[in-house]
């Protein structure tokens, strides 16, 4: 059994930062990927940021070159540092973890094995103007 535990989100004005954190309790197998998601009201969820173990580092196009994730294996944690924070960043965002060894962004993003993907309750982040 896996437990996903986000914290940091909150309220931030337009071009703003704040840092998210996911702790992560269980059985992790080593190797894996994880990553976030964010799903604004009334959207679909979207892949936002991941840290795969093909090709490392990935970032959807809304959010390169503003978002940087990284994690502590040690600790088991995953943060995603927001910056330049936009209105149509706003969603709640979730923490992700594919504990099935090896994979790439489209394992990750796009088909994950439903059976070894856990996902956290989400942390609010709201922008305002």
């Known amino acids: 059994q896996v437990t996903l535990v986000e914290s940091g989100g909150g309220s931030v004005q337009t071009g703003g930062s704040l840092t998210l954190s996911c702790a992560a309790t269980?059985?992790?197998?080593?190797?894996?990927?994880m990553g976030w998601f964010r799903q604004a009201q009334g959207k679909e969820r979207e892949g936002v940021a991941a840290?795969?173990?093909?090709?490392?580092?990935k970032y959807s196009d809304s959010v390169q070159g503003r978002f940087a994730i990284s994690r502590d294996s040690g600790k088991n944690m995953l943060y995603l540092q927001m910056a330049s924070l936009k209105p149509e960043d706003p969603a709640m965002y979730y923490c992700?973890?594919?504990?099935?060894?090896?994979?790439?962004?489209?394992?990750?993003?796009?088909?994950?094995?439903?059976?070894?993907?856990?996902w956290g309750r989400g942390t609010q982040v709201t922008v305002s103007s």
């Open positions: 992700a973890l594919l504990n099935n060894g090896d994979c790439d962004d489209i394992d990750f993003f796009k088909h994950p094995s439903p059976s070894s993907l856990y």
């Open positions: 269980g059985y992790i197998h080593r190797p894996n990927c």
């Open positions: 840290i795969v173990t093909v090709d490392g580092f």
